[in-house]
């Protein structure tokens, strides 16, 4: 069966793979885990021949694409509920894993595994698998960034996306200094863990603008806002980075604390200045709009409005709705680089 995946017929493999039980499954699986064992102890006895000999990356990618098929909607329109936890057919792809040796191939291969894993929790919102699938990468790949990074969206995201009319709420009294809600101890808790997060990244790699814009809108949720705001004056100060969306989003951040803070013309001139970064990012239009009439200016208020409705009604993408989705979409390009190693 493991065979046929490594020779291209993942759906024959699939559908082979559906008629196995669990407990089949599992005395595969510990076959080969006895046979890594034995293999750990020689360097070229017949065990180690065996093992190399065996396709246990197509077993790992065969294995993880029956997880990915189990647990995955079949249409964008279809009624689904993700379960968090550690399923199946994922324990054994982990299991088989571990049977790699660790050589710097197998290691790459296992670090991109598991950032692969934490990423569809992305999707989920499972956070407490991406703390399990960060600290299994970091068995292979010690304090990894790109894998930190990875845990820590994950985190920011089960918050963010809890109650986002609450978490992007804003107030109409803009003399109020700090007016934003006192949030839950359960989601202060959670951002706590994304802040961590993103304070190790940091801590490895400073140059991860990625990790200090996100680190600074944990902090301004946190009630931080000299901490976010120092933390966000670092990426906004940097070129715009029209790829990324970096730069517009550290200044849609910026003018949310300034507002936040009673400084609405502060806020009205980093919220310009995203503008600048993405002339067309309905979101910074909007936010602009609102201080603006915040600030009595009802005309440019008006008027602003209207360009970011335009500008929204010819476009389908703004840096501020793909943060709040995180980078769930890289898995599929990871899983077919991976699948395509899996079967040279």
């Not at 703390?131 to 970091?138: S, V």
């Not at 920011?156 to 809600?181: F, H, I, M, Q, Y």
């Not at 901490?227 to 004056?233: C, F, I």
């Not at 979409?329 to 190693?341: F, G, N, S």
């Amino acid at each position: 069966m493991v065979r046929t995946y490594a020779a291209g017929d993942h759906e024959g493999a699939l559908s082979d793979l559906a008629g196995w039980t669990d407990s089949e499954l599992d005395r595969e699986v510990d076959a080969v885990r006895d046979l890594a064992k034995e293999a750990g102890d020689c360097a070229a006895c017949e065990a180690r021949r065996s093992l190399e000999a065996l396709p246990v990356r197509a077993a790992v990618l065969l294995h993880t694409d029956r997880d990915v098929k189990i647990g995955t909607p079949v249409s964008s329109t279809e009624e689904f509920s993700p379960v968090c936890g550690r399923r199946v057919h994922d324990r054994l792809a982990e299991r088989l894993l571990d049977c790699l040796p660790r050589t710097p191939a197998s290691k790459d291969f296992a670090r991109r595994w598991y950032l692969a894993m934490i990423l569809r929790t992305h999707w989920d919102l499972c956070s407490g698998d991406a703390g399990y699938w960060a600290r299994g990468g970091a068995r292979w790949s010690p304090a990894d960034p790109e894998l930190l990074l990875a845990r820590g969206v994950a985190e920011e995201l089960n918050e963010l996306r809890r109650s986002p009319v609450d978490a992007e709420r804003r107030v109409l009294d803009p003399t109020a200094r700090k007016p934003r809600g006192k949030l839950p101890d359960e989601r202060r808790v959670i951002l706590r863990q994304a802040r961590d997060s993103y304070r190790e990244v940091l801590a490895l790699a400073p140059h991860v603008h990625v990790a200090r814009l996100r680190l600074g809108r944990v902090l301004w949720r946190l009630g931080r806002m000299d901490e976010a705001r120092s933390a966000l004056e670092v990426v906004a100060a940097r070129p715009h980075d029209s790829e990324t969306g970096v730069s517009y989003l550290a200044h849609l951040f910026l003018g949310q604390v300034e507002e936040d803070e009673g400084r609405l013309r502060e806020a009205v001139g980093h919220y310009r200045q995203a503008l600048d970064a993405d002339p067309a990012a309905h979101a910074a239009g909007v936010a602009l709009s609102h201080a603006l009439f915040l600030l009595g200016d009802r005309a440019g208020a008006r008027d602003t409005l209207e360009r970011a409705l335009r500008a929204a009604s010819h476009r389908s993408g703004d840096a501020f709705w793909s943060y709040r989705n995180g980078d769930y979409d890289r898995v599929p390009a990871i899983l077919d680089e991976l699948r395509q190693e899996a079967i040279r």
